[in-house]
């Protein structure tokens, strides 16, 4: 597996409306798009910064993956996404490798991404996810 680059950077708050003025002033741009990922339960708003964007999600259900990180760690960093190409493969290098997987295989994410998750109790604390951008 060899990243490209880091796609995103994914940070926890509790609400957008509060955040996206925040990093539309220190970024120096405006955020570019807003999104509700229904099946993981977040809005996410969007900020690019040459390759690699900044994700802010808020939770849409206290008991959804970033409903449950914000109870108990606060607002933060939650995430942090690699681009690869051949998401297929790298999930299966990381499995051989003892990696454990949240997702055993793609899935759709933000922005039309496919995605997979690692496990942070085997990524040494960092939610890690991998994902591949199908149209470039
Ligand atoms: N970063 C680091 N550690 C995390 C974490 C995160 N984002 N989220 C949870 N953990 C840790 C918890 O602190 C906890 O550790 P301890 O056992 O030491 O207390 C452990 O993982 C289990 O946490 P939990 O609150 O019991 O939560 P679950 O096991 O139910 O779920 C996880 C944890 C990572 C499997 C789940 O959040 C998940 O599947 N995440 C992937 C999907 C996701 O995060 N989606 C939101 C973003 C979507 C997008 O970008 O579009």
Same mark, same amino acid.
């Given at each position: 597996?060899?990243? @490209?680059?880091?796609?995103? /950077?994914g940070?926890a708050?509790k609400?957008?409306?509060e955040?996206i003025?925040?990093?539309e =002033?220190l970024l !120096?741009?405006?955020?570019?798009a807003? $999104?509700?990922?229904?099946d ?6 969007f +900020?690019?910064? !040459?390759?690699? =964007?900044?994700? &802010?999600?808020? @939770?849409?259900?206290?008991? !959804?993956p970033?409903?449950? *990180?914000i109870?108990k760690?606060g607002?933060?960093?939650h995430?942090?996404? *690699?681009?690869v190409?051949? &998401? ?6 990381? =499995?051989? @490798?003892? /990696?454990? &997987?949240?997702?055993e #295989?793609?899935?759709? %994410?933000?922005?039309g991404?496919?995605?997979? +998750?690692?496990?942070?109790? @085997?990524? *040494? %604390?960092v939610l890690? $996810?991998?994902?591949?951008? #199908?149209? =470039?």
């Amino acid at each position: 597996m060899k990243p @490209s680059h880091i796609e995103h /950077i994914g940070i926890a708050v509790k609400t957008l409306d509060e955040a996206i003025p925040y990093y539309e =002033k220190l970024l !120096g741009t405006e955020c570019y798009a807003v $999104e509700e990922v229904k099946d993981q339960r977040v809005r996410t708003a969007f +900020f690019k910064i !040459g390759q690699t =964007k900044i994700e &802010l999600l808020e @939770s849409t259900d206290p008991e !959804g993956p970033v409903g449950k *990180f914000i109870e108990k760690k606060g607002e933060g960093i939650h995430h942090i996404a *690699f681009a690869v190409e051949g &998401l297929e493969n790298a999930l299966e290098e990381a =499995k051989e @490798s003892g /990696i454990r &997987l949240i997702d055993e #295989k793609p899935r759709m %994410g933000a922005e039309g991404l496919h995605i997979a +998750f690692l496990h942070p109790k @085997s990524t *040494f %604390g960092v939610l890690t $996810e991998l994902c591949e951008d #199908k149209n =470039k």
